[in-house]
């Protein structure tokens, strides 16, 4: 299309306004292919190009302005038809609506993003778009748009660290991923901390064949690299060897295995007409006020039931020194590290964002989702545990060689 006159001339501000509140009133949407809003994204972004094209031919005389062409340009707000503008050299390239873009900036990218890491599938997302915003985004082009995150998630992976962590929870979940032709699955390891100002951050986000101590112990040296020096207590599940791994990184770190873990362990084996009974008499063991006390309920526990259920008064037995690690510890810092339940919570929150979800395509489809998720979820972690004061006081005492003097 060409034409002389100047698309932003005959914008009649009044009659928009008028027309404007009468189809508001109407109950019309702001946005879509006929929404209240488009003539005035239309009109100011064919203003915006004006000014472009007229500073660009003035700074390149002889050059002129050469008519104009019909543009279909997509938006949050809907699709948009500009007339843009052209020069006679064809060197005009607008900043705002470069050739060949077809969306606007990054706020329709953002909004798909978005969709996205609430667990929303590529034809979920097209559908929605088509129905608010009267866009046709095909699913090859919502799968560029997200795998722009991709550079930003190496770039998260690979961020430089805090030197000392006072407490870390470390936890795996599993998803099915299609792999060379088949469905396998896939183990996501996990990486919570607690920074010295009471902030939880995820550290990372790792994807390994199966979960096992190994792996583990590649993850940790991979944390020393980005600069974690030590961690104070790690909180972790009964995963054999994954202690030793551990400590084998992080040689001054005391482990707490998760009381929770070991009492579901253990209750698998109890029948349900004792359930309670020994739900209760597990709990008085880490319930004590000291080891000492905690020792004594184990030992009633074991000549209350101990001929009947020997599993679970093995199990205690082998991993006593780590089950109650915490009694080491004052009870503000043991409310924070008897648990994994921390990490637990991230892991069921990334699962609502998976739960539609059969196989993933490939691991890096799989991390993608839920590095989104972890964003969004992320932006809520603006709270202190109670008394963190306290907590960080109490750390300083125990731990006066291997933190900072203040925090950072």
């Not at 607008?94 to 969306?103: F, N």
């Not at 951050?201 to 994807?207: A, I, K, M, Q, S």
């Not at 190994?214 to 972790?236: K, P």
Request: proline share 4%; charged share 25%; net charge positive.
């Amino acid at each position: 299309m060409n034409s002389s006159k100047k698309p932003t001339d005959d914008f009649d501000w009044k009659a928009f306004e008028a027309e404007a509140a009468r189809r508001l009133a109407a109950g019309e949407e702001l946005a879509g292919p006929e929404g209240v809003l488009t003539p005035l994204i239309k009109r100011l972004l064919e203003a915006s190009l004006e000014g472009e094209i007229q500073a660009h031919v003035d700074r390149e005389r002889p050059n002129r302005r050469n008519g104009r062409t019909a543009k279909q340009l997509k938006t949050s707000h809907g699709p948009v038809r500009l007339e843009v503008p052209r020069d006679r050299e064809g060197t005009f390239n607008s900043e705002l609506v470069p050739k060949r873009r077809s969306t606007l900036g990054e706020g329709l990218d953002n909004k798909i993003l978005a969709l996205y890491g609430l667990g929303m599938s590529y034809s979920d997302i097209r559908a929605h778009l088509a129905e608010l915003y009267g866009l046709n985004v095909s699913e090859a082009t919502l799968s560029s748009i997200t795998d722009k995150v991709m550079e930003e998630l190496e770039r998260w992976q690979r961020r430089q660290l805090d030197p000392v962590y006072p407490f870390v929870w470390l936890d795996a979940l599993h998803y099915k991923v299609r792999h060379e032709g088949r469905v396998v699955t896939r183990a996501l390891y996990t990486v919570l901390a607690l920074d010295l100002n009471g902030r939880k951050d995820l550290l990372g986000l790792y994807v390994g064949e199966a979960e096992g101590a190994r792996f583990w112990l590649g993850v940790l040296s991979e944390l020393q690299q980005r600069g974690v020096r030590d961690i104070l207590i790690a909180s972790i599940d009964n995963l054999n060897g994954f202690a030793e791994a551990i400590e084998t990184i992080y040689t001054q770190t005391d482990v707490q295995l998760c009381l929770v873990h070991q009492m579901r362990n253990s209750l698998r084996y109890v029948a349900w007409a004792d359930y309670k009974a020994v739900s209760k008499a597990l709990k008085g063991i880490y319930r004590s006020a000291t080891r000492e006390q905690a020792r004594q309920a184990f030992e009633q526990f074991t000549t209350q039931w101990g001929r009947k259920y020997p599993m679970i008064v093995k199990s205690w037995q082998t991993h006593w020194e780590r089950l109650t690690r915490l009694f080491d510890y004052p009870p503000a810092i043991r409310r924070i590290i008897y648990t994994t339940n921390p990490v637990e919570a991230v892991h069921r929150q990334l699962r609502k964002v998976t739960k539609t979800k059969g196989a993933f395509i490939n691991d890096r489809a799989l991390v993608k989702l839920l590095y989104l998720a972890y964003k969004r979820i992320s932006a809520k972690w603006t709270s202190c545990p109670k008394h963190w004061g306290l907590t960080l006081q109490q750390l300083h005492l125990l731990f006066p060689d291997r933190l900072p003097e203040s925090n950072p």
